[in-house]
């Protein structure tokens, strides 16, 4: 499963948010998330001009992930999320689907 999210706003129109990527255990390996991002883009790009999304810093799989996939990172929300007491940073990437 993954979602989609375009902005409304005025000035951020041109952005959306690729959020809630996950692919069961079972099912890893087998390019089904690749299709799943890749079907995501497709769709952004009809819309959008950039398409944002935030990982996990500890998760360097999907790091790599995102980052074969186009993304690159532009920035980090330090303290972004907190479970069970403990903090956890984001990382904060992009793919600009469309010419400056």
Known sequence: MVGFR???GS?????????????RAIARNFGLGRRLVDAV???ASE?????????????QAA???YKNLG????GRETKALKQDGRYYDEI?????????
Do not use: C, I, S
């Open 6 to 8: 375009a902005q409304d």
């Open 11 to 23: 000035k951020t129109k041109h952005k959306a948010v690729l959020w809630g990527m996950y692919v």
């Open 41 to 43: 883009v497709k769709h």
């Open 47 to 59: 819309r959008v001009e950039q398409l944002q999304l935030a990982v996990v810093g500890e998760n």
């Open 63 to 65: 790091y790599r992930f």
């Open 71 to 74: 993304f690159v990172e532009y």
């Open 92 to 100: 904060l990437m992009v793919k600009f689907l469309a010419p400056d």
